[in-house]
């Protein structure tokens, strides 16, 4: 086999895989396939940063359930169901850490109004049998004492839970690189096509490239750009930028034990406790293209809503203010499966929930190589949602 390089460019591999971005859907990919004894190389300039450094890391498809979403919902559950077992089969692997806590959720709202909306969104999530339970003010300050006297009630959902996104990335750096996975610290810069248009590898910008039998874009918001190259119709994924605060408190006496998640007059806004003490306040949700400026008035306002909340941060320390952009998609869910492009797959598009969906496209991936059948429900993120895709039992060589 060739190398996959035009002449005269210089190559690396062949690869069996080679996994183009190094987020916390490449990684966990890339892992998968190294396991399944798959050789793999991760293109990426910065592997382990991304979206996924700046998420919250909350594993949430209760809270993430909205209205007119129910099959990602049912994804968002099939996702959350991987996670035990991911957690503890990483943590063993890499031997460290990635914080995964089963400490489940308080909704709150600030004002009637706030707890009105939390009451339609709680039938709504009942009404889909999510496990959503209606609490009084006090209630929620039983459960959360640091919360506000202000508060109006809200919901105990038990089922939403987080992991430390930034421990969970460096548990997948060590796992794979333990597991014989290959970095290449480069951007790709666009898929090779061999003579009969299917995907051979990619260049990247030292003017190499990587040569493999399968190709799989896993580059976040970013994708679209490397989908571009191919021709014919490519899944469409936007940037929406989120900023995120996060405080440093003392291990000792945490200031909440679970996550809470609030309405502040008609603003969302959340705060996901770390066990270190440190608590992650979120997010924006802006259409402003790849603008990576921090801007002071989104996190005066991330801070003040989330104080109204819970007074007592006032007493953490400020640690850091940061943003990224999310992978969204036309209808908010991913893309995970093959293209029309013969070896060409994708997993991008995780929008709110590419940490809580890893494990499972991970598995998916592993499984469209194999020419097996994606875990149920991922069959139906792909053909049906745009005329460049379709997801099926395909092996990355051909039919099975
Ligand atoms: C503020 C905020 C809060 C969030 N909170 C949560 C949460 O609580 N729970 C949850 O489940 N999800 C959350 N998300 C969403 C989640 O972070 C994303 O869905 C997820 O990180 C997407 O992972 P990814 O690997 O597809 O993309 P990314 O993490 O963005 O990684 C993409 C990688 O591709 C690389 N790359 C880009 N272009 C190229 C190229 N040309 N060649 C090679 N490499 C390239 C980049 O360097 C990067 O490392 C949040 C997102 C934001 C912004």
Redesign the pocket.
């Given at each position: 086999m060739s190398n996959g390089a035009p002449p005269g460019q210089a190559g690396r591999g062949p690869f069996d895989v080679a996994v183009?971005?190094?987020?916390?859907?490449?990684l966990a990919a890339a892992w998968r396939f190294a396991l399944a004894g798959v050789t793999v190389a991760v293109?990426?300039?910065?592997?382990?940063?991304?979206?996924?450094?700046?998420?919250?890391?909350?594993?949430?498809p209760v809270t993430e359930a909205h209205f007119g979403e129910e099959p990602l919902s049912e994804l968002l559950l099939a996702g959350a169901a991987h996670w035990e077992d991911f957690a503890a089969e990483l943590e063993a692997a890499a031997d460290m850490r990635v914080g995964y806590r089963r400490c489940g959720t308080v909704v709150v709202g600030l004002d009637s109004s706030d707890r009105r909306a939390i009451d339609d969104v709680l039938a709504y999530q009942r009404s889909l049998g999510l496990d959503a339970v209606r609490l009084s003010a006090s209630e929620c300050r039983g459960l959360e004492p640091a919360l506000s006297p202000g508060i109006r009630g809200g919901a105990h959902v038990p089922g939403d839970h987080q992991v430390d996104?930034r421990a969970l990335l460096a548990a997948l750096l060590e796992a794979c690189r333990r597991a014989g996975v290959e970095f290449l610290a480069?951007?790709?810069?666009r898929i090779l096509l061999d003579a009969r248009g299917g995907a051979s590898g990619a260049e990247l910008d030292d003017e190499s490239a990587v040569a493999a039998g399968m190709l799989v874009v896993?580059?976040?918001?970013?994708s679209g750009?490397?989908l571009g190259h191919v021709g014919g119709s490519v899944p469409q994924v936007r940037p929406v930028?989120?900023?995120?605060v996060r405080l440093r408190g003392g291990p000792r006496a945490p200031l909440l034990s679970r996550t809470v998640r609030g309405l502040v007059q008609g603003r969302a806004c959340y705060l996901?406790p770390r066990s270190d003490g440190s608590l992650v306040i979120?997010?924006t949700s802006e259409e402003r293209g790849f603008d990576g400026s921090v801007q002071v008035g989104q996190v005066f306002a991330l801070l003040d809503d989330a104080r109204r909340l819970v007074p007592g941060l006032d007493e953490l320390a400020f640690e850091e203010a940061i943003?990224?952009?999310?992978?969204a998609t036309p209808d908010n869910a991913p893309y995970v499966g093959w293209t029309t492009t013969e070896r060409l797959a994708v997993?991008?598009g995780?929008?709110?929930?590419?940490?809580?969906?890893a494990p499972i496209t991970a598995a998916a991936l592993v499984a469209l190589y194999a020419g097996a059948a994606p875990p149920s429900p991922m069959g139906h993120f792909g053909a049906e949602r745009g005329s460049h895709l379709a997801l099926g039992a395909r092996g990355a060589l051909g039919e099975p």
């Open positions: 183009l971005g190094g987020g916390v859907i490449g293109v990426d300039p910065s592997p382990g940063h991304g979206a996924s450094w700046v998420a919250a890391g909350m594993l949430a996104n480069r951007s790709a810069r896993a580059a976040g918001a970013r750009s490397l930028k989120g900023h995120i996901v979120g997010a943003c990224g952009f999310r992978p997993a991008t995780h929008y709110r929930n590419g940490i809580l969906l």
